[in-house]
């Protein structure tokens, strides 16, 4: 029965899961062809990111000259929020979902376990969010000898890793807070708050020294720091993007398995 909660949320949800990987891959796809045409002007790019340092290095744009530079200041800046979009939809959708609709009443008469439920559950919102990752890098993979970007499959692979990672951070907490609340209003903001906090704390410290402390608290920051795009992997800091969605999964689970549900 656990297999099928997981078949069955995934088939449910395979309609958006489309619609986002369609989206992932146009945005993919149209700012990373443009690279050919901005590498014929990099002089000029350059001039513009030294003319205004603080706000280039905040966007990422510290190097607009190179191909990882180029895609780290476009795509990685794009995706990741599309991804943390879809992520936190499908993360509140998972439980707290189900749970104002009634839904999930027909499948907690089953014999399956609320903490199975919530593991099957999680794992299908980790699915979801893993493939809008490979959506990305198949993507990037296949564009890359036509735009000539000259980046490794394994550097390519690392960023995709990260950037799905860092989604699926705050997926889990929309989806930790709808197991917790079983409010899907409250999941889907309090998933969005934390990341427009992460985003902004990761930004606004790369150019307020005070605020530097902030990184440390953001996905954002664990994800796009290592420069996968040219370091390749980082193990550190990957683990710290997995183990934060299972440290929110094992609270989720405390909580869901004691409180009273809206059957």
Same mark, same amino acid.
């Given at each position: 029965?656990?297999?099928?909660?997981?078949?069955?949320?995934?088939?449910?949800?395979?309609?958006?899961?489309?619609?986002?990987?369609?989206?992932?891959?146009?945005?993919?796809?149209?700012?990373?062809?443009?690279?050919?045409?901005?590498?014929?002007?990099?002089?000029?790019?350059?001039?513009?990111?030294?003319?205004?340092?603080?706000?280039?290095?905040?966007?990422?744009?510290?190097?607009?000259?190179?191909?990882?530079?180029?895609?780290?200041?476009?795509?990685?800046?794009?995706?990741?929020?599309?991804?943390?979009?879809?992520?936190?939809?499908?993360?509140?959708?998972?439980?707290?979902?189900?749970?104002?609709?009634?839904?999930?009443?027909?499948?907690?008469?089953?014999?399956? #376990? $609320?903490? =199975? %439920?919530?593991?099957?559950?999680? +794992? *299908?919102? @980790? /699915?979801?969010?893993?493939?809008?990752?490979?959506?990305?890098?198949?993507?990037?993979?296949?564009?890359?000898?036509?735009?000539?970007?000259?980046?490794?499959?394994?550097?390519?692979?690392?960023?995709?890793?990260?950037?799905?990672?860092?989604?699926?951070?705050?997926?889990?907490?929309?989806?930790?807070?709808?197991?917790?609340? #079983? $409010?899907? =209003? %409250?999941?889907?903001?309090?998933? +969005? *708050?934390? @990341? /427009?906090?992460?985003?902004?704390?990761?930004?606004?410290?790369?150019?307020?020294?005070?605020?530097?402390?902030?990184?440390?608290?953001?996905?954002?920051?664990?994800?796009?720091?290592?420069?996968?795009?040219?370091?390749?992997?980082?193990?550190?800091?990957?683990?710290?993007?997995?183990?934060?969605?299972?440290?929110?999964?094992?609270?989720?689970?405390?909580?869901?398995?004691?409180?009273?549900?809206?059957?």
């Amino acid at each position: 029965m656990a297999a099928d909660v997981f078949r069955r949320f995934l088939g449910d949800h395979r309609r958006g899961l489309i619609g986002w990987s369609a989206a992932v891959a146009a945005v993919t796809a149209m700012y990373s062809s443009f690279w050919p045409t901005m590498a014929d002007t990099t002089d000029l790019m350059q001039e513009y990111v030294d003319a205004m340092p603080g706000l280039a290095e905040a966007m990422g744009w510290s190097d607009m000259t190179t191909p990882e530079g180029y895609i780290d200041g476009t795509v990685l800046l794009l995706v990741p929020i599309l991804m943390m979009v879809a992520a936190v939809g499908i993360g509140a959708r998972a439980v707290a979902g189900d749970e104002e609709e009634g839904a999930l009443e027909l499948v907690m008469a089953h014999p399956v #376990g $609320r903490t =199975s %439920l919530l593991l099957q559950r999680f +794992a *299908a919102t @980790a /699915v979801y969010t893993g493939v809008l990752g490979a959506v990305m890098f198949l993507v990037l993979l296949g564009l890359s000898p036509v735009l000539d970007l000259d980046i490794g499959a394994g550097h390519l692979a690392a960023a995709c890793l990260a950037t799905a990672l860092n989604a699926l951070c705050y997926g889990t907490a929309a989806f930790a807070i709808g197991a917790a609340a #079983g $409010r899907r =209003s %409250l999941a889907i903001a309090g998933g +969005a *708050a934390l @990341a /427009v906090i992460g985003y902004l704390g990761n930004t606004f410290a790369l150019t307020v020294e005070d605020l530097e402390w902030l990184r440390f608290g953001s996905a954002f920051y664990y994800a796009l720091d290592p420069d996968p795009l040219v370091n390749g992997v980082d193990p550190g800091y990957t683990a710290v993007l997995a183990a934060a969605p299972a440290v929110l999964v094992a609270l989720a689970a405390v909580v869901f398995g004691r409180r009273d549900v809206l059957v």
